[in-house]
């Protein structure tokens, strides 16, 4: 069955650099998010992203946060300047279409920031 | 925005008990509702969604939901769990055409005992 997957499963990094999680959706997917879950804390969406643009986002994604569909099969989001704070579980999902279908979700990327 | 919450984050039951999480949201119009369970160092996986029809969904492995809108509820329920059940489970609802995020309830986890 395919999946979700994600790169790397844990990332350790000083507070000001640059961080770059990495997933590939499933690859007949159109349309791709990611998530994020502080401990303890509720999984809350940050950005969703189609044909190449962002289609929504939420107040946590500021100008420190971008994505990118680099190739016909990552799908990334890049941290510029790293803070206490960003440390997080962090999730992937596609979906294959819009309003109906579910979104599958990768294992997560957690993202420790020292 | 939605708003989901779940109470009891953690029960520990037998094996054979029945099972019932709630999970009530804030009111935003038309919603898609979602269960989705994590198993121990695995993926985020859906158990069921309603979207319309039947208020009484089933999903996988037993679990079904009723959607009660005048209660602005979703609660989840399994009449006998196993100790494979053991696993956090999140409510998830979507809300609005065109809003494809997911607001996610904190979660809760569940331990079956033998």
């Known amino acids: 069955e395919p999946e979700v997957t994600q790169t790397p499963s844990h990332q350790v990094t000083q507070m000001g650099q640059e961080v770059i999680l990495r997933c590939v959706p499933i690859?007949?997917?159109?349309?791709f998010y990611w998530y994020r879950q502080i401990l303890g804390q509720k999984v809350e969406f940050l950005v969703s992203?189609?044909?190449?643009?962002?289609?929504?986002k939420s107040e946590i994604f500021d100008d420190q946060f971008s994505v990118e569909r680099p190739d016909g099969s990552n799908f990334t989001l890049k941290i510029r300047s790293t803070k206490l704070e960003d440390s997080a579980m962090y999730f992937c999902?596609?979906?294959?279409?819009?309003?109906?279908?579910?979104?599958?979700f990768g294992p997560g990327t957690r993202l420790t920031v020292l | 925005a939605q708003s989901v919450s779940q109470h009891n984050h953690h029960v520990i039951l037998s094996e054979a008990a029945s099972l019932e999480l709630g999970c009530n949201y804030s009111?935003?119009?038309?919603?898609?509702l979602f269960w989705y369970v994590q198993y121990p160092g695995q993926h985020l996986q859906l158990l069921l969604k309603?979207?319309?029809?039947?208020?009484l969904v089933k999903g996988i492995k037993g679990f079904e939901a009723e959607f009660i809108k005048s209660k602005f509820s979703f609660n989840l329920r399994k009449p006998s769990v196993q100790w494979s059940d053991t696993a956090e489970y999140f409510c998830?609802?979507?809300?609005?055409?065109?809003?494809?995020?997911?607001?996610f309830g904190k979660g809760n986890q569940v331990v079956v005992i033998p």
């Open positions: 999902a596609s979906t294959e279409g819009d309003l109906y279908n579910e979104q599958f």
């Open positions: 690859s007949n997917h159109l349309y």
């Open positions: 992203f189609y044909n190449n643009e962002i289609s929504e």
């Open positions: 009111y935003g119009g038309t919603v898609n």
């Open positions: 309603y979207f319309s029809g039947d208020p």
């Open positions: 998830a609802v979507r809300g609005g055409y065109g809003n494809n995020r997911l607001a």
